[in-house]
Nanobody
Framework: QVQLVESGGGLVQAGGSLRLSCAAS????????TGWYRQAPGKQRELVAATAGGSTAYVDSVKGRFTISRNNAKNTVYLQMNSLKPEDTAVYYCAVDKDRYWFGSPPATAMDYWGEGTLVTVSS
């Protein structure tokens, strides 16, 4: 019903920047919350940033470095990542919730549709 395609991942040195994109198609009018999650091997999946109804939320470790934004004309959500650290290395996933606005941090289990992910590797 909703298709999500992430792009923009790659290899970057510590201190560098990347911008991830999440292009949505299908029944996009049903989307209420969009989030970026990441998962590293051996680690649990965690919320990185989310946006809903004009509100945003970030995990503490990325506050001041990452920014989530939207371009509604392009049906795209972005994650601008600055001052990248090796600890940011993970597969980053875009996900949406069609059921509710999360004015906070939506758990991964609440999200309805997921992209396939894009790998971000930060070297030291």
């Amino acid at each position: 019903q909703v298709q999500l395609v992430e792009s923009g991942g790659g290899l970057v040195q510590a201190g560098g920047s990347l911008r991830l994109s999440c292009a949505a198609s299908g029944n996009i009018l049903s989307i209420r919350t969009t989030g970026w999650y990441r998962q590293a091997p051996g680690k649990q999946r965690e919320l990185v940033a989310a946006t809903a109804g004009g509100s945003t939320a970030y995990v503490d470790s990325v506050k001041g470095r990452f920014t989530i934004s939207r371009n509604n004309a392009k049906n795209t959500v972005y994650l601008q990542m600055n001052s990248l650290k090796p600890e940011d290395t993970a597969v980053y996933y875009c996900a949406v919730d069609k059921d509710r606005y999360w004015f906070g941090s939506p758990p991964a289990t609440a999200m309805d549709y997921w992209g396939e992910g894009t790998l971000v590797t930060v070297s030291s």
